[in-house]
């Protein structure tokens, strides 16, 4: 190439990872940015991005609309403890279709230096992700809440026109949240460790608090988010939640937030946390102010000064 052509060359842009998120996740997300950099011994070489589901308006423009989940008619809700997951699709447009991006969820965690995911040789491969687990995963649906990408091989994800084929019922949430609309030849599978589900162990790269009725930082609270639930006749829990939604509405009688079963995965939390207080990444109003929305336990102070102690 010659040195003409070198110099006109676009610039590859700088790696990021971007974490997607709204109000009601907003301090997982800050405290996953800080893991992310602190777990880092390249944390110059990428940024760190959030997503927010307030600065889109397509979003807010559907709200209470009927959409299309697990070949049901849902209604969008914007204050759903999720509603930010059709977010995860948008980076290879922040991106302008170049250079390399992780996306996460709002409750992954960094232990182990997330670089080595950025810089990988992804094998010619548009995407690198792990497999859902139990039944979902067996059925061949994909974990999106962790993706390494290839921006420029995914041209064809355009956020705000896929999302609104939800809602003329033309694209079903959960086959394209599962990556069952992707071509498959096109998808690799990178190591559990990189979105290691709610297990913690020396091998663990990325924590991912997945299961939502227990995250660390929610115990005690009242659940806020609906289950994903496809009907059945069997076994009969399928029908009694979606009477008591028809009745109470989504998320009364719901029941609350139960503790974490892994005692390490709260403690390292709270650790994090604390070490952002200390760090003046934020304050102890930021969080009284979540605790007083529910967002977060209402011991969350207690178990960041044991952390300290």
């Known amino acids: 190439m010659s040195s003409e052509n070198s110099a006109t060359a676009p610039a590859m842009p700088k790696p990021k990872v971007f974490i997607h998120v ?30 927010e589901v307030r600065n889109q308006p397509f979003l807010h ?5 009927l959409y299309l989940r697990h070949g049901d008619k849902r209604t969008w809700l914007n204050n759903d403890l999720q509603s930010f997951t059709p977010l995860r699709f948008m980076p290879p447009e922040l991106m302008c279709y170049q250079g390399r991006a992780v996306v996460i969820d709002p409750d992954v965690f960094a232990v182990g ?35 390494l990408l290839d921006c420029a091989k995914l041209t064809h994800w355009r956020v705000e026109e896929q999302f609104n084929e939800m809602f003329a019922f033309k694209r ?73 939604r ?19 995965q709260e403690a390292f939390f709270f ?10 990444i934020i304050s102890e109003r930021d969080i009284r102010d979540e605790m007083a929305h529910n967002h977060v336990r209402h011991d969350a102070l207690e178990l960041v000064r044991q952390q300290a102690a």
């Open 61 to 65: 423009a559907k709200e209470g609309e």
């Open 246 to 264: 028809a009745v109470f509405g989504d998320y009364a009688l719901a029941g609350t937030y139960k503790r974490h079963p892994d005692p390490a």
């Open 113 to 147: 230096d997330v670089w080595e995911l950025l810089s990988r040789d992804m094998d010619g491969m548009a995407l690198m992700c792990r497999p859902k687990s139990g039944n979902k995963g067996k059925g061949g649906a994909l974990a999106s809440s962790v993706m």
């Open 172 to 244: 079903d949430y959960m086959d394209w949240i599962s990556l069952k609309l992707e071509d498959r030849s096109r998808i690799g599978l990178f190591e559990d460790e990189w979105n290691d589900f709610d297990r913690l162990t020396p091998r663990t790269k990325l924590l991912h608090t997945t299961k939502r009725r227990h995250q660390p930082w929610k115990t005690g609270l009242p659940i806020d988010f609906r289950p994903a639930d496809k009907f059945r006749l069997f076994p009969p829990k399928h029908w009694l939640r979606r009477a008591r």
């Open 271 to 280: 650790r994090l946390v604390s070490e952002c207080l200390d760090a003046g």
């Open 22 to 51: 709204n109000h009601k996740q907003i301090l997982g997300a800050i405290v996953g940015k800080y893991s992310l950099e602190k777990h880092s011994s390249h944390a110059d070489r990428f940024d760190v991005e959030f997503i």
